[in-house]
């Protein structure tokens, strides 16, 4: 792993919050290389995007067991530990496997609520050859945090963490 080079993606203009995600990106690059252990990288992928992304409460991973979601490697308050397929917005990601972009989480039915503080939220699927992993979820405590730049760009970080780990020890059943 290598910490160098890091800087402080500018998140701060919204015009050039894709160049702020390359950036974001590149720090990701740096951290998984020469790294596969996954609770390493996944711990690592959580902490970047708590700390280097504005506006967050919580972010972190589920890992699918069965048809139950399990917490995995977070930063934020503590949170539920097992989430079923049809339950919250991480349910809805599992299921579906598709990207969840949730501008008030109190207008969604099912949302789980672990922290009162957080009222938007994106969830995000984690595929691996073709099987559903985990989901990597975030919640802001501002409405409408997220968009279509912030689940894309965090999509394809999402997609080289898969390259860059060795998903064989990763709990599955
Ligand atoms: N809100 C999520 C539960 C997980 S916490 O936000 C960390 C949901 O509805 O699935």
């Keep these: 792993m290598s910490l160098s080079p890091l800087f402080t993606p500018d998140f701060s203009n919204p015009t050039r919050k894709a160049a702020a995600y390359n950036d974001l990106a ?12 996954w609770i390493a990288n996944l711990a690592q992928f959580a902490a970047l ?3 280097q992304l504005p506006d967050l409460n919580w972010a972190g991973f589920y890992l699918a067991q069965g048809s139950t979601l399990v917490l995995g490697p977070f930063q934020g308050k503590v949170a539920c ?3 079923p397929f049809d339950r919250g917005v991480c349910g809805a990601c599992a299921s579906s496997r598709t990207p969840q972009i949730v501008p008030d989480v109190h207008a969604f039915a099912g949302h789980i609520a672990c922290d009162a503080a957080s009222a938007s939220e994106l969830v995000l699927p984690v595929t691996v050859a073709g099987r559903l992993r985990a989901v990597f979820d975030l919640d802001s405590p501002t409405l409408a945090r997220f968009d279509q730049i912030d689940a894309q760009a965090i999509g394809t970080m999402l997609t080289a963490l898969v390259r860059a780990t060795d998903w064989g020890r990763v709990p599955d059943a």
């Design 26 to 37: 590149r720090q990701a690059d740096a951290l998984f290389a020469g790294e596969r252990d």
């Design 49 to 51: 995007i708590y700390t």
């Design 81 to 83: 530990v097992r989430i």
